[in-house]
């Protein structure tokens, strides 16, 4: 019995292992259905005219998540009518960080005026299928004859600061190679913010 219990616990620690990796250019983008804050379920399929996606793993608390909020506003209002609206999902458990539960998530997305979707993610389980591991992490995906696929996972620029007067604008400039139908020179960078809150194990 002793040896099962053994067993099983390492089974659990490699898949937890495993659903945490992050995911990779080319690899498939799994869809879900998670409440907005307005409480109606967000999938990939609430677009049906959209060509692809900018996936934001963000919240209401890390100093980098409020450094980039403009700029996920902005990337919203920017490429959603050119079909590649923002999706951001909070991927905080709301028992480890206390200012991320729903109502905050609703009371942010108001005062901010969000244009776009803000999930929550029940049970960290959207986070871990997409490796999310701070907060921003962003991943450009698209449409396919094969399904959503992710095309690039990182950071949104070089200027987690928000100082620099010259940046590298690393998800605007993916876009601008899928819409022309080529992949994009940069599919991976690292991505700067807090770490995803996770509740202490029992």
Do not use: W
Request: charged share 30%; glycine share 4%; aromatic share 10%.
């Amino acid at each position: 019995m002793k040896k099962y219990i053994t067993l099983m616990l390492v089974f659990t620690a490699m898949l937890a292992q495993a659903q945490s990796k992050t995911l990779k250019a080319g690899e498939a983008a799994p869809d879900f259905k998670l409440k907005n804050v307005d409480n109606k379920e967000i999938s990939f399929e609430s677009y049906p005219k959209a060509k692809g996606f900018i996936v934001v793993f963000t919240c209401n608390t890390c100093p980098y998540a409020k450094a980039y909020e403009q700029r996920i506003i902005d990337l919203d209002k920017k490429f959603k009518p050119e079909g590649y609206p923002v999706i951001a999902i909070n991927p905080n458990d709301p028992e480890a960080s206390k200012a991320d539960t729903f109502d905050k998530m609703q009371d942010l997305a108001k005062e901010k005026k969000y244009g776009f979707p803000y999930l929550f993610d029940q049970g960290q389980v959207v986070t871990d299928q997409y490796g999310a591991k701070h907060t921003p992490h962003l991943f450009v995906v698209s449409k396919t004859a094969k399904g959503t696929v992710v095309e690039y996972t990182g950071a949104i620029d070089n200027d987690p600061e928000g100082t620099k007067t010259e940046k590298t604008k690393y998800v605007e400039e993916v876009i601008a190679s899928l819409k022309k139908n080529q992949k994009p020179a940069v599919t991976e960078t690292k991505e700067i913010g807090c770490t995803v809150k996770r509740k202490a194990k029992a």
